[in-house]
């Protein structure tokens, strides 16, 4: 079963570590580096793991569902 979220962003871009965050996937940004070190992380159907990856609107990021 997959389960989708649409967030919604007030400015131009977000961070892919602040995008974790804020979704409560991690508790700070210091863990993003190593959540996304750990875990296969989707960004438009590519793996990414550069807590800085700016995502724009209309990005698609999956992320695993044992968070």
Same mark, same amino acid.
């Given at each position: 079963? &997959?389960?989708? /979220?649409?967030?919604?962003? &007030?400015? =131009?871009? +977000? /961070? *892919?570590?602040?995008? *974790? #965050?804020?979704?409560? +996937? +991690?508790?700070?940004?210091? &863990?993003? #580096? ?7 992380? *989707? !960004?438009? &159907?590519? =793996? %990414? %793991? $550069? $807590?800085?990856? #700016? *995502?724009? =609107?209309? %990005? +698609?990021?999956? !992320? =695993?569902?044992?968070?």
């Amino acid at each position: 079963m &997959q389960l989708a /979220t649409e967030v919604h962003i &007030q400015t =131009p871009f +977000i /961070t *892919l570590g602040q995008l *974790l #965050k804020e979704e409560s +996937i +991690i508790s700070t940004g210091g &863990q993003a #580096k190593w959540y996304l070190r750990e875990n296969t992380v *989707l !960004v438009n &159907q590519e =793996p %990414d %793991d $550069r $807590r800085g990856r #700016k *995502l724009y =609107p209309g %990005d +698609i990021v999956a !992320v =695993p569902s044992s968070y």
